[in-house]
């Protein structure tokens, strides 16, 4: 079945420094990718997504792009502020039904 | 344009009871998927509902039902609770073959003791 492994946390960046968080996917057919940020106590906001091959997806900063020959969606951001700490998560969708499947999520802290 | 309301926000629960868990999609938006989202886990699917009709089912044994309204609000239910059922219950909508995406609730937060 489908399944998403991202680089496992906790990740601690001072502010500025470069972002990049890990997203790999095994999946039948051709998935659309996303990523989703988790704030403490709140529910899933899209970041970024892109639905086929070489796309990029981008947003606030954060780039992402769809890498089918690797099989990989890593998420960058050239320069982190402390309002990004949060938890982030990779995920795919496809199939009949357009589930999404999830990865175990990523916990970013930018200290000042 | 509104959200995904999700209520309540937090609830308690003993083992063996039985729960009702609602949700308002977005305005336009006609299919809605429930996931549970375990302590420091990912979501995981539990179903869709598309015009009333479950169009998906995750790996989640039949105590977990749903309903679909033509208002297209959605309801979770829950039936013989056990301890491992605490997490955060999310709902996200969509519009059925849109390419906007889903967008989530804030969940609601279970816990069953």
């Known amino acids: 079945g489908d399944s998403v492994t991202q680089m496992e946390g906790p990740v601690t960046l001072s502010e500025e420094a470069f972002l990049t968080i890990n997203c790999t996917y095994t999946?039948?057919?051709?998935?659309?990718l996303f990523w989703y940020v988790q704030y403490p106590g709140e529910g899933l906001q899209l970041l970024l997504k892109?639905?086929?091959?070489?796309d990029k997806g981008s947003n606030k900063g954060f780039e992402a792009t769809y890498r089918k020959e690797t099989t990989s969606f890593h998420l960058e951001k050239g320069s982190v502020q402390v309002s990004d700490s949060a938890v982030y998560f990779c995920a795919l969708s496809g199939g009949s039904n357009y589930k999404l499947t999830f990865g175990k999520g990523t916990l970013l802290t930018v200290n000042p | 344009e509104t959200g995904v309301t999700q209520s309540p926000t937090h609830l308690i629960k003993t083992r063996g009871q039985q729960v009702t868990l609602r949700c308002s999609s977005q305005?336009?938006?006609?299919?809605v998927s429930w996931y549970q989202q375990a302590l420091g886990q990912g979501p995981q699917f539990i179903f869709q509902?598309?015009?009333?009709?479950?169009?998906g089912r995750g790996n989640f044994p039949p105590r977990f039902s749903g309903l679909q309204f033509p208002n297209y609000s959605s309801e979770l239910n829950v039936n013989a609770l056990e301890l491992d059922d605490s997490a955060l219950y999310l709902c996200?909508?969509?519009?059925?073959?849109?390419?906007?995406?889903?967008?989530f609730g804030s969940g609601t937060r279970l816990t069953v003791v």
């Open positions: 999946a039948t057919g051709y998935p659309s």
């Open positions: 509902y598309y015009r009333e009709e479950e169009n």
């Open positions: 305005s336009g938006h006609n299919t």
């Open positions: 996200a909508s969509r519009l059925f073959g849109g390419a906007s995406g889903y967008t």
């Open positions: 892109a639905t086929k091959a070489d």
